[in-house]
């Protein structure tokens, strides 16, 4: 997974241009925990978890080099599109795939490509169990119900 490593060497060099270090240090958190959990979550599901752990590690780099979540999942996916023209390690169909996960990752009450949907679930899993002194929010709940169950972890 040598392009996995070259692809978080790339984001890490991004994100160091964030001056802020709680900022830059959040963005790292959150594109890793995403990360690690896309893997999990396709690895379980029997898809492509090389795809869905750089999709991961790509889908908020557009929020947060800007500093503003305004329509961030689809500016996410032109400069992943981007960033992965410039890697240049992945095929045409691939960058498609990663694309498409960035792209529909913040529609969480809908149901897109099985891909699209680990994407979803991870950022969910993350949002949930990062800081477990929030609430879940309203548009992730049903998601989250379904992730806990799925992964047994609700004691049972």
């Given at each position: 997974m040598g392009?996995?490593?070259?692809?978080?060497?790339m984001?890490?060099?991004?994100?160091?241009?964030?001056?802020?270090?709680?900022?830059r240090?959040?963005a790292i958190v959150?594109?890793?925990g995403v990360s690690?959990?896309?893997?999990l979550?396709?690895k379980k599901?029997?898809?492509?978890y090389?795809l869905?752990?750089?999709a991961?590690?790509?889908?908020?780099?557009?929020?947060y080099?800007?500093g503003s979540?305004?329509d961030?999942?689809?500016?996410g996916a032109?400069l992943?599109r981007?960033?992965?023209?410039?890697l240049?390690?992945?095929s045409e169909d691939?960058?498609e795939?990663?694309?498409?996960?960035?792209?529909?990752?913040d529609d969480?009450q809908?149901?897109d490509s099985?891909?699209?949907?680990v994407?979803k679930d991870a950022?969910?899993?993350h949002?949930c169990?990062n800081?477990?002194?929030?609430?879940i929010?309203?548009?992730?709940?049903?998601?989250?119900?379904?992730l806990?169950k799925?992964?047994g972890?609700n004691?049972?």
């Open positions: 392009r996995l490593k070259d692809l978080r060497r984001v890490e060099a991004k994100l160091n241009t964030i001056e802020d270090d709680e900022k240090n959040s959150h594109l890793y690690l959990a896309a893997t979550i396709a599901r029997g898809l492509d090389e869905a752990s750089m991961a590690m790509l889908h908020d780099l557009a929020a080099l800007s979540y305004d961030h999942a689809h500016r032109e992943a981007e960033v992965l023209h410039e240049n390690q992945t691939e960058t795939q990663i694309c498409s996960m960035i792209y529909h990752h969480k809908v149901t099985p891909l699209d949907e994407l950022d969910v899993i949002h169990f800081d477990l002194s929030k609430p929010k309203e548009k992730e709940q049903k998601r989250f119900d379904a806990v799925e992964f972890l004691g049972e």
